[in-house]
C-alpha cells in the first residue's frame, strides 16, 4: 500500500539547536515535497524535489535545507531552529496523474 | 498568480444539516487545473477525500460531492447530511498535471458537527 511516514511525529527543540525531520516514501514518486502548515495560513511549500539528489526551493525556504539522498528519502533540516519555526511539518509525494500523498505531520515546537 | 480561496472557519452544524464549503480559485500558470479537496481528522494526516481533474465534472467520496465549475472558478464541496465523524479540516487545493507541479492549498476550513 502506498504510503508516506514521517518521523518524529512530535518534536520539542531548543533555540539554535539542529533539527532534522525524515520522509520516507514507498510510492516510487519521483517528486517530494516538505509543506508547513500554520493556523490562518495553507499549506506552504518550503522545498521540493524532482528526485533522488535533486532539491529546490519552494516558497518559504529561508531557515531550512533540504536532502534528497534517494528516491524514497526526503529529509528537512532546521540547522538553527527559531521559534518562528514552530509548526506542524507535512511531506508529500506525487507523480503525474496521481493526488498528492501526505504524511501524518510532525508536530515542531522550538522554545 | 495561482491561488485558492476558501470559506473562513471555523464552521460548526449541527449533525443531519447539510453542508456547503466554498472553494474558488485562480490559476494563471496553469492550462487545464486540477481540483482536490483534502481532508484532516483530528491527530492524522491530509487525506485526499475527492478530486477533479476535468472541468465540468463531478467527484464524490463519503458523501460528499464537489463539482468542477470552470466558468465560476469553483469547486464547493458539499454533503447534504453531515454526521459527527464529519468533524476535521478541509483543505481545497489546486495542482496541474505536469511533470513537476506546486500545489496550491487554501487556508483550510476547520468542520465541527455538533450531535
Known amino acids: 500500500e502506498a504510503a508516506v511516514t514521517q518521523s518524529p511525529r512530535n518534536k520539542v527543540a531548543v533555540t539554535g539547536g539542529k533539527v532534522t525531520l525524515s520522509c520516507n516514501q514507498t510510492n516510487n514518486h519521483n517528486n517530494m515535497y516538505w509543506y508547513r502548515q500554520d493556523t490562518g495560513h495553507g499549506l506552504r511549500l518550503i522545498h521540493y524535489?524532482?528526485?533522488?539528489?535533486?532539491?529546490e526551493k519552494g516558497d518559504i525556504p529561508d531557515g531550512y535545507k533540504a536532502s534528497r539522498p534517494s528516491q524514497e528519502n526526503f529529509s528537512l533540516i532546521l540547522e538553527l531552529a527559531t521559534p518562528s519555526q514552530t509548526s506542524v511539518y507535512f511531506c508529500?509525494?506525487?507523480?503525474?496523474?496521481?493526488?498528492?500523498?501526505f504524511g501524518e505531520g510532525t508536530r515542531l515546537s522550538v522554545l | 498568480g495561482d491561488s485558492v480561496t476558501q470559506t473562513e472557519g471555523p464552521v460548526t452544524v449541527s449533525e443531519s444539516e447539510s453542508l456547503i464549503i466554498n472553494c474558488t480559485y485562480s490559476?494563471?500558470?496553469?492550462?487545464?487545473?486540477?481540483l482536490f479537496w483534502y481532508v484532516r481528522y483530528p491527530g492524522e494526516g491530509l487525506q485526499l477525500l475527492l478530486k477533479?481533474?476535468?472541468?465540468?465534472q463531478k467527484g464524490s467520496s463519503r458523501g460528499f460531492e464537489a463539482t468542477y465549475n470552470k466558468e465560476t472558478t469553483s469547486f464547493h464541496l458539499q454533503k447534504a447530511s453531515v454526521q459527527e465523524s464529519d468533524s476535521a479540516v478541509y483543505y481545497c487545493a489546486l495542482g496541474a498535471n505536469t511533470g513537476y507541479q506546486n500545489f496550491y492549498f487554501g487556508k483550510g476550513t476547520s468542520l465541527t458537527v455538533i450531535p
Open positions: 508529500a509525494s506525487w507523480d503525474r496523474g496521481q493526488a498528492p500523498l
Open positions: 524535489s524532482y528526485g533522488a539528489g535533486s532539491t
Open positions: 477533479v481533474i476535468t472541468a465540468g
Open positions: 490559476a494563471t500558470s496553469i492550462a487545464y487545473p486540477n
